[in-house]
Structure formats: C-alpha cells, structure tokens
C-alpha cells in the first residue's frame, strides 16, 4: 500500500537576493546582497499524480550575470580594513566581536564575515611568532629577556622527552632580590581560564617587612595531580636555593589537598595557614546551603525583630 504523502513544494531564491536589515553584530551570508529578485518554485501535487512542476514565480533578466556569482565568494577585507585590524593584534583581551563592532563604527557599511576577523587576526599571530609554537615563542622571550626559568615536557614510554609542554616555571630579578629579603611568609595558589591553552596558572606570593604583598614566582602547570603541584615546589624550592633565600616560615594554601601535601613536604617545618579569601568564600557557602528562611522567619517573629533578609538579599 502506497502512503498518500500530499502536496510537496519548495522555494527557491536568488543567493544575491533580497537586502535586509542585519539584527546580528556579523552576517552570516557567505555572499554580498545585491537585491535580485528572482524567485522560482517546484512543487508536486495529488491533482498532478505528484510530478514534479517548476515554476518561475519573479523573474530578473541579470539574475544569470551576477559578476563574481558564486557560493564561494566572501567580501573581500581592503587593505585599510586589515591594518585597521591589525590594531588589535596585541590586544588578546579584546574578542573578534568587538573587533567586528569598532570595524563598523570606523567604517559604516562595510561587508565582512566573523570568520573573516578570526582568520586574520589568527594570521597575524602566527606571522608575528615567525613559526613558533605558543609555548616556543613564550620560551624564546623567556630567553630574550634574560629571565630564568625551566620547563616540563611530557615523557614517552622509554622516558624521554617528548615536544609536548606541561609545565613552564619562572621568575624575575625583582621577584629574586624581593624573595631573598621577604622569605617569611609565602602563599601559593592557582588561578585558572587565564589562557586559551587550559593551563592553570600558578603563582608564589610573599610579604615584605611593610606588610605588602610582592610576587616571588610564576607557573604554568597542565594539571591539578599531585604530580602536578610535586613539580612545581620543586621549582619554587630550586630556585630558592638558587637565589640564596632561606625557606618560609608561614606558607599559606586553599583547601586543595594535593597542593598542601607538596608544601609540607617540601617545607615540612613551615607552619600551614589557610588563605581568608578562601575561608570567607567556604563560609558564605555554607550559610547558603544551610540557611533555613522559614527558621530564621519564626525566630525573628518570637524575637520581635523584622523578618531577616535571605542570603540572596
């Protein structure tokens, strides 16, 4: 038994077709509008026995000479609009997005894609490493600059080093000369999203004789293991022998356990101290997980007092 589908139709346009108002910051059209009105429909329907008609609903006699008509072709970026983009080439910080929004407020009516931005930008940064890698050329400005520093790269099944980073530890002069007087007290944390890589990034803080904090060392590390965290305080203790510093009397950490084991076991006689930062953000957790409003609501009633505001207030 043969199913009775009904009618079926579908439209067709010009891909240079009708120009609208974009509500979007990018179009998405690969193409330019030129307005062409062309318009056709193929349709197959019962009183038909369902074969198929065409039918050319709005015709245009230059829809077939479109110059460049092609589902290829993308607006081309004019040499001012890429050096206007090229602006933004050490701007990190600023999206593609906001890329697109200052190339139309410099110049209303241009017509590019998002792809268009990203593409370019992207070749800017690669032409500006000279054919680096990231982790490559962060080394080779390491180098440049004089800094110290040392890197961990992934090892094969013979133990050898592969070309995969994972880690990358270094400091500064300032930092040393800070570090060798401030030795007292040293925080140690790990801030993470900072990078485009998924690498967290590590940081060693220590306090000078004013009370003000100065930073003593930097860090990229690839994971949160314990591995991961062993590698780094052996740096951190490296580079304090390195520089002559004697070991820290106070180390503060967050709640992380893994962290705190590989301080203690590099600075076992250092006295562990949990961060305020973190210890005001567990508590205010706690108070939003644990907060009953209709208690707190009864007991202000007995107490006479207005009712209590709740965690979100």
Not at 134 to 158: C, N, R
Request: glycine content about 6%.
């Amino acid at each position: 038994m043969v199913k009775d589908f009904g009618n079926t139709h579908h439209l067709y346009a010009c891909q240079r077709g009708s120009i609208r108002k974009s509500t979007a910051l990018s179009r998405s059209s690969s193409t330019t509008k030129l307005g062409c009105p062309w318009k056709a429909v193929a349709k197959a329907t019962l009183a038909d026995g369902r074969k198929w008609r065409f039918e050319l609903k709005t015709g245009c006699e230059h829809h077939e000479y479109h110059e460049g008509d092609s589902f290829d072709s993308r607006p081309i970026l004019s040499t001012e609009h890429k050096a206007f983009i090229a602006t933004f080439t050490n701007r990190a910080g600023i999206s593609n997005r906001e890329v697109a929004t200052s190339l139309r407020d410099q110049f209303p009516g241009v017509v590019f894609t998002m792809r268009q931005i990203r593409n370019y930008r992207y070749h800017l940064r690669k032409e500006a490493m000279a054919g680096y890698t990231p982790f490559q050329a962060t080394m080779k400005l390491l180098d440049d600059e004089g800094v110290s520093y040392t890197s961990k790269w992934a090892k094969d099944s013979s133990g050898s080093d592969t070309t995969k980073p994972e880690g990358l530890f270094w400091t500064y002069k300032w930092c040393e000369t800070m570090w060798a007087q401030g030795h007292y007290v040293q925080m140690y944390d790990n801030t993470y999203k900072t990078n485009n890589k998924g690498l967290a990034f590590f940081q060693v803080v220590g306090l000078n004789n004013l009370g003000m904090a100065f930073s003593c060392s930097f860090s990229l590390i690839n994971n949160e293991k314990q591995e991961g965290f062993d590698w780094l305080m052996q740096q951190v203790d490296a580079h304090r022998r390195r520089i002559g510093a004697k070991p820290p009397c106070v180390t503060i950490t967050d709640y992380n356990k893994a962290m705190k084991a590989a301080v203690a076991k590099v600075y076992p006689n250092a006295k562990p101290q949990i961060c305020i930062f973190h210890i005001n953000k567990n508590a205010a957790l706690n108070i939003k997980r644990k907060w009953d409003k209709r208690a707190a609501a009864e007991v202000a009633a007995v107490m006479g007092a207005p009712p209590p505001r709740s965690q979100e207030e």
